[in-house]
Structures are given as C-alpha cells and as structure tokens.
T-cell receptor, first 110, second 115 residues
C-alpha cells in the first residue's frame, strides 16, 4: 500500500481557499486517490476521489499531476464549519484495505 | 438510504463483562469494516468482511471477535477488555472493488469506555 505524507496542521481564515497536498510517492498503477473529512467524535466522510488530472464536485476539487506522486485537495472559500481533519488515502481498484495516514488538522479562524 | 447505523452510541463496560457492538447498512454494500480510533489519532483498521466472510484481520487481539450474520449486519463481540481498549469504534461499508466510486460510508461510532 502507498504510504502518504500530509502536513500535520494548517490554519486558514474564513473565505480563503485552502489547498492541502498529500504525497504518495509509491502509488500503484491501480490506486485511486480518495479524500475524507472527519469532525471530532464522528466517522470520516468521503469528500472526493480521483485517478488523474482534475476532479471537481460540489464540495472540493482534486488536482493530480501526471506522475501521480502527489495530490492536492482544494477547498474554495472555507467557513468555520470546515474545521476538521482531512485524510488522503490511496485506494486500490479492487482492494478493501482502506488505511488512514496521520491526516491534516485544518483550523479555520473567523 | 446512505446511512451506516451503529449501536449503542456510548458503552461503559467492566473488564470482566461481555458486550457487543452492532452495525447495520442497507445500501447493498458487500464490504464492511471495523476501525478503532483513539483521541487525536487516525482510525486504525481492525477487520474487513467481504461477502460476509472475514477477509482481513489486522492482528487484532482475540478479545475482539467480529461476526457478520448477514450482508447488512456486522457485530463486534467484546470480552475481557482492558482500559487501553477504550476508544471510538467505527463501522464502515463500501461497494466491492471496481472502477468508479468506491467510497466507504462510516457510522457515527460507539464511544467505548472500559473501567
């Protein structure tokens, strides 16, 4: 399984765009990159998934360069309610093994 | 229905007790998971069931015993736990692997305290 590295924490202010980068140098050909959000005392929630280039949904965008050794989660115009821990997880096409790395603790200030 | 329901939400048990955690989903998912999460740490995978068969056991002590009675239900039987087993226990489910969305849906967890 690909090992991931993310910043331990990030600070931002309401209304700003936040970009969280995850490196996964040994990602396998069949791995997708998924991102999850977790609030305290709740289960993680899926945000977005991608394989290459750019994916956008109603919540976030995910940028994956051609070499796929990293990915960047972009949260446009964050609010206080985006304060949470964000995890990037490579997910093999046919594997059930979903392993969480240490995640990035995002704090959004007023 | 995109919910994974876990019961109970909170549980306090003594070290000699036997208790069970329950998890239910009705999304037709064929993979179900148990995770353990300590404060300020990431969720740690314990078990994975695939098509009602145990497919992954991450070297979890035998005082934790999983069971999958049918495709919608997952139990975690607890016996002779230690105080260090106190944690948030999370259940999740996902579709079987394949191209397309393979996200896991998590329940709200059971907060377990062992006294």
């Amino acid at each position: 399984l690909a090992k991931t590295t993310q910043p331990i924490s990030m600070d931002s202010y309401e209304g700003q765009e936040v970009n969280i980068t995850c490196s996964h140098n040994n990602i396998a050909t069949n791995d997708y990159i998924t991102w999850y959000q977790q609030f305290p005392s709740q289960g993680p929630r899926f945000i977005i998934q991608g394989y290459k280039t750019k994916v956008t949904n109603e919540v976030a965008s995910l940028f994956i360069p051609a070499d796929r050794k990293s990915s960047t989660l972009s949260l446009p115009r964050v609010s206080l309610s985006d304060t949470a821990v964000y995890y990037c997880l490579p997910r093999m096409d046919s594997s059930y093994k979903l392993i969480f790395g240490s995640g990035t603790r995002l704090l959004v200030r007023p | 229905d995109t919910e994974v329901t876990q019961t109970p939400k909170h549980l306090v048990m003594g070290m000699t007790n036997k208790k069970s955690l329950k998890c239910e989903q009705h999304m037709g998912h064929r993979a179900m998971y148990w995770y353990k999460q300590k404060a300020k740490k990431p969720p740690e995978l314990m078990f994975v069931y695939s098509y009602e068969k145990l497919s992954i056991n991450e070297s979890v002590p035998s005082r934790f015993s999983p069971e999958c009675p049918n495709s919608s239900l997952l139990n975690l039987h607890l016996h002779a736990l230690q105080p260090e087993d106190s944690a948030l226990y999370l259940c999740a489910s996902s579709q079987e692997g394949g191209r397309g969305r393979t996200e896991a849906f998590f329940g709200q967890g059971t907060r377990l305290t062992v006294v």
